[in-house]
């Protein structure tokens, strides 16, 4: 089968303006969402001690050498983009990251990942809500299916111009999540969904689909009627150039976007799980915390080894 022709860029504007989303089905072929699951499945293989995985069953995060119950799958990897050219490259090829450019008016910068392997079982939320933009709507997100998506595995719900609903302003004056003021946000967005006849749609995919969302639609991870079905998919967040410029973020050029350099998420180790077999990781501990980093160099403290014995791990520090 031919790949289907996405490159009227104006057309696909359009309808992300009237829409918030768009359903780009067989835009990565099977072949090409195969090789990224190799990809994949050998760094997780080769460098599980880099992985921070988050159990979907728990939500602990730990380091995938370390997760307990990998057979089960109910796992989220995180920011995988970090250590792999493979998904960087499926998050900001030539074509999507051109696309991305023209739907955010401006380049966009990879700056997360999550690949999902079963259902997210996310509430319904918008993303402006936790990764809150510097400048209104300067983030979107892409979501690419690694399989065929069944009813039963908790697929992708959306609902359709829900991205024209007002923003709901918190006590503090923003637009940012704050967890006791939840119900009422619920609530506003119930009645707005009400009043505007919004429907909820699901999303079944096939592999290969993309699907591209606007900072402000409303979107989740349907409800899981079958735990051991799998739902392999990657989740990637991307912000303006603008704003990250602003930041000073360490920006990586990718075609017509940017990835971001970033620390992996910070994960909470037991100092004695370090020894002979694994050691510490000094140097980026010390990039990770600059008070640390600080007092080695004033030498108040002999080094981030020491610190984190003695005081970094009973702080909650992560590595
Ligand atoms: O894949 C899903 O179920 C939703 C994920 C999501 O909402 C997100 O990562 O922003
Ligand atoms: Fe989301």
Excluded at 1 to 11: E, G, I, K, L
Excluded at 109 to 135: A, E, R, W
Excluded at 216 to 242: F, M, P, W
Aim: aromatic share 10%; glycine share 8%.
């Amino acid at each position: 089968m031919a790949s289907p022709d996405y490159s009227n860029t104006v057309a696909l504007k359009e309808q992300f303006k009237r829409d918030g989303y768009l359903a780009l089905t067989g835009y990565f072929s099977a072949e090409r969402i195969d090789g990224i699951l190799a990809a994949i499945a050998r760094l997780i293989e080769q460098r599980p001690r880099e992985v921070v995985v988050d159990s979907l069953a728990t939500g602990q995060r730990t380091f995938w050498s370390e997760a307990d119950g990998r057979e089960t799958r109910r796992f989220k990897f995180n920011d995988i983009y970090l250590l792999s050219d493979e998904v960087r490259e499926l998050a900001l090829g030539r074509e999507l990251s051109e696309l991305l450019a023209a739907l955010l008016g401006e380049p966009a910068v990879l700056c997360n990942s999550l690949n999902f392997q079963k259902g997210s079982n996310q509430p319904k939320h918008i993303d402006s809500l936790y990764m809150t933009p510097q400048t209104a709507q300067a983030l979107i997100a892409t979501w690419t299916a690694f399989e065929d998506a069944h009813p039963d595995s908790g697929p992708l719900v959306y609902y359709p111009g829900s991205h024209l609903i007002p923003l709901y302003r918190f006590k503090d004056g923003t637009h940012h999540a704050s967890p006791d003021e939840m119900p009422a946000w619920n609530a506003y967005i119930e009645e707005q969904l009400r009043e505007r006849n919004i429907p909820e749609k699901v999303f079944l995919a096939k592999k290969g689909d993309l699907f591209i969302w606007h900072s402000d639609l409303l979107h989740g991870g349907g409800k899981i009627n079958d735990q051991n079905r799998t739902r392999n998919s990657l989740v990637c967040h991307y912000y303006g150039e603008a704003d990250c410029r602003k930041l000073k973020c360490d920006l990586a050029p990718q075609h017509r976007g940017y990835w971001m350099r970033r620390l992996r998420q910070p994960v909470t180790v037991p100092p004695e799980a370090f020894g002979a077999g694994r050691p510490f990781p000094e140097k980026e501990y010390l990039e990770r915390y600059p008070d640390v980093k600080a007092a080695v160099l004033a030498g108040t403290c002999p080094s981030g080894w020491v610190h984190y014995q003695a005081a970094g791990f009973k702080e909650g520090r992560g590595i």
